[in-house]
């Protein structure tokens, strides 16, 4: 089973309320997930977090089933605890159909390689630093574990407002890639 690290006091302020250790390992149990291990240590940042804090943060590292990626976040993870405890009703998504200007057409020599192409667009929602930090850390766990490292799949995401279609997906040599990662310059 994936383990995933939970930052505590993020947690417990979207849960409503502290919890001691064993409180929560028994709310895990009923839930399904195992507390696997608690560690305290100073924010070190990632390469998607950027740099160090120097705050001391409690991290709760998670067992999570192998088929629950909706919990490989923080916010993932707060939106099931708290449906569970029934502090929230379940999510309710809708599907729209898409915009014709929102296709995407996948090149012929790309298809050879990677004959599917999805794409999304998510509206109304805003992501503070924390968030968009926990977002990519999310995309990594992804692309790292179902996508086997990126062979299977690749996830992109882009601020569509900076994009200007028609959109193609298409394959070049990696020299002739170039591009900047999101919210970077």
């Known amino acids: 089973m994936p383990t995933v690290g939970i930052l505590r006091d993020p947690l417990f302020e979207a849960l409503g309320?502290?919890?001691t250790e064993d409180e929560f390992q028994e709310l895990c149990f009923e839930?399904?997930?195992e507390l696997d291990d608690v560690e305290e240590e100073e924010d070190a940042g990632t390469k998607t977090r950027g740099a160090a804090s120097g705050e001391k943060v409690v991290t709760y590292k998670?067992?999570?089933p192998a088929n629950r990626y909706d919990i490989l976040c923080l916010e993932g993870m707060k939106r099931a605890l708290r449906v569970f405890l029934g502090l929230d009703s379940p999510p309710t998504y809708t599907l729209s159909p898409p915009e014709p200007q929102l296709r995407i057409t996948v090149e012929p020599p790309t298809a050879g390689i990677?004959?599917?192409v999805l794409c999304a667009v998510l509206r109304g929602c805003t992501l503070g630093q924390r968030a968009y930090n926990s977002f990519l850390d999310l995309q990594d766990?992804?692309?790292h574990n179902i996508a086997r490292r990126r062979t299977l799949v690749a996830i992109g995401t882009h601020d569509l407002d900076k994009l200007s279609p028609p959109f193609r997906y298409t394959a070049r040599p990696p020299k002739d890639i170039r591009f900047v990662p999101l919210a970077q310059e």
């Open 114 to 116: 990677r004959p599917y």
């Open 17 to 19: 309320r502290s919890y």
């Open 31 to 33: 839930f399904g997930i």
């Open 141 to 143: 766990r992804l692309h």
């Open 62 to 64: 998670i067992e999570v």
